[in-house]
Each structure stands twice: as C-alpha cells, then as structure tokens.
C-alpha cells in the first residue's frame, strides 16, 4: 500500500500530535473534528508546537512552512474518507470510537486503510464494524507525539499481512521506533503504565504518602522523568479511569480495579492539566497539589 495522504480524525493532544509529525514528515494531512473550533484551536497547537522546535533548533523555518503547508482542516468527515489512510484519534470511548467508523466507513475510497490511536480498547472489535477488517490496524502513539519515539502497532484478529507492514513502514517513516502489541486490553504501555498510576492513587487514598512524597520518592527513587499523580493529570485521569476500566473488564481481575479516588476525581471534573486542575492546581505556578 502506498501511503501519500493521511486524514486525522480528532483535532485533541493527539490528533494535533499525529498531524504535526506526519505533516513534518512530508506527507498531506487533512484533520478533521466535529467542533470547528477544536479544529482551529489543533492547528493554533501545531503551529505553537512547530515554532517551539525551531526556537529549540531541532527543525529550521521552513521545515516549519513545510510542514503547515501539507496540512488542511476539513468540516466534511467526507475528506478524510478521500485520503490513503484514516487515523482516528477522538475521545477513549469505544462508543464514540465505534460511530466515528461507521460513519467512515461508506465515505472511504475503495484502497484506503483504516486506523484507531487508541490506547486500549480492542482492536477487532473496532474494525468489527468497517468493511475492511483487513485493512484496520492499531497505531498507538504515545503523548506528546512530537516527542516521544514509540508507536505500539496492533493487528486485529483480520488485520492481513500488508498492512501491518504498511502500519510499520509508515510509523518509521515518522522517525517513530515500534513495537508490536497483540490485542489484549491496554496492549503493552498503559497495561504496565495505567495500573502503576492507579496504584499510586491507591497509595494516596490510603494515607501512605501525599502527593508531593509520592511523586517525589518515584521521580528520585525510581528516576521515573515525572512522579505517577504528575503523570496520570499530563494524560488525563479521564483516559486513565477509562484504561483501567477497559482492563477491569476486560481481564476480570480485581488488581486492575480503579481506585475510588481517581473516579471521585473525575466525576468532580478534575481531569488533570487540561482541566487546570487534578492531583495539582494548575492555576498556580508551580502548580500546587491539591491534596
């Protein structure tokens, strides 16, 4: 399969991310979103994102004009069904996942490949419902995608020969190194990641330790780049309750059972760094913990 366009269905942190660094890369990138002004505000990220490298001299000025160059925004889920390869990255809910590609589905050319960035909802059940299990893999990149190097490539139980190779190919092509997940809840990153986050929640919640001590003792003690409670509000405690959820369900084990704490937090609306609070006041800074 020969890749040359790619559409972005989701103009979030990721969506934003995965357009930025296959537009860097030289490819024509269509992003869509059902808010427009999520879409605008994608684009305004990208741009931010790409001036930060050039100030940083990791990619020159017109790297940067190339790469925006490549990148158009669409209001017509249509255009993306137009493109060599669909990659959705909406919210972590398989529900929605699931609408988005049946709404894909009748739009896309007969060739095109089909992607979820999810980051642990399975991916046969997914494809389940496009005409071309054949053609729907996996591409799980890790967040900021700019930055991190990985992407975890996951084959559904349809998923052929050709395109899994043409996921690998296409993921280095980005300067991403990757590695190959079967379909098991939470693939390989947030199965080990997710429950490390919950545990330390866990561990608050129990009156082991505050925030600050948690998160100071994983940072020094196990030289983790950030403590888990700083981590789990970069992600989101939205995506990690829906993670651990996901492998609650998924492997019927008591251990994957989400703290409590964490869904207090996010019934009360306090998501992490993109809701200005979680596990610490954004409003501050530095920011504070809140607990």
């Known amino acids: 399969m020969d890749i040359k366009t790619v559409g972005v269905i989701g103009a979030g942190q990721m969506g934003a991310g995965i357009s930025h660094v296959v537009a860097l890369n030289g490819y024509d990138v269509v992003i869509y979103d059902v808010a427009q002004e999520r879409t605008a505000a994608g684009l305004e990220t990208i741009r931010k994102n790409l001036a930060r490298q050039v100030s940083?001299?990791?990619?020159?000025?017109?790297?940067?004009?190339?790469?925006?160059?490549?990148?158009?925004?669409?209001?017509?889920?249509?255009?993306?069904?137009?493109?060599?390869?669909?990659?959705?990255?909406?919210?972590?809910?398989?529900?929605?996942k699931k609408s988005i590609f049946r709404e894909l589905t009748p739009l896309l050319k007969t060739e095109a490949m089909v992607a979820s960035n999810t980051s642990s909802i399975s991916i046969t059940r997914l494809a389940s419902v496009t005409d071309r299990p054949e053609r729907f893999i996996g591409l799980h990149f890790m967040n900021p995608v700019p930055i991190m190097k990985l992407v975890e490539i996951i084959s559904g139980i349809a998923t052929?020969?050709?395109?899994?190779?043409?996921?690998?190919?296409?993921?280095?092509?980005?300067?991403?190194?990757?590695?190959?997940?079967?379909?098991?809840?939470?693939?390989?990153?947030?199965?080990i990641l997710a429950p490390m986050i919950n545990e330390a929640i866990y561990t608050l919640y129990e009156g082991v330790g505050t925030v600050d001590a948690i998160d100071t003792a994983m940072h020094l003690g196990a030289n983790h780049p950030m403590g888990p409670l700083q981590l789990?509000?970069?992600?989101?405690?939205?995506?990690?309750?829906?993670?651990?959820?996901?492998?609650?369900?998924?492997?019927?084990?008591?251990?994957?059972?989400?703290c409590p704490l964490l869904v207090k937090y996010v019934e009360a609306g306090w998501l992490g760094r993109k809701?200005?609070?979680?596990?610490?006041?954004?409003?501050?800074?530095?920011?504070?913990?809140?607990?």
């Open 275 to 291: 809701a200005g609070r979680g596990f610490y006041d954004y409003s501050r800074e530095p920011p504070v913990p809140t607990r």
């Open 56 to 96: 940083k001299s990791v990619i020159d000025q017109s790297a940067m004009d190339g790469a925006m160059s490549h990148i158009r925004t669409t209001d017509k889920l249509a255009d993306i069904g137009q493109t060599d390869l669909a990659i959705e990255a909406a919210t972590e809910n398989e529900e929605v």
């Open 232 to 258: 789990g509000d970069f992600i989101g405690l939205d995506t990690v309750l829906s993670i651990m959820n996901v492998l609650h369900e998924g492997l019927a084990d008591s251990k994957y059972r989400p």
């Open 160 to 191: 052929n020969k050709d395109t899994y190779e043409t996921a690998v190919d296409f993921a280095r092509s980005l300067g991403k190194t990757t590695a190959n997940s079967e379909d098991f809840p939470a693939f390989i990153v947030n199965r």
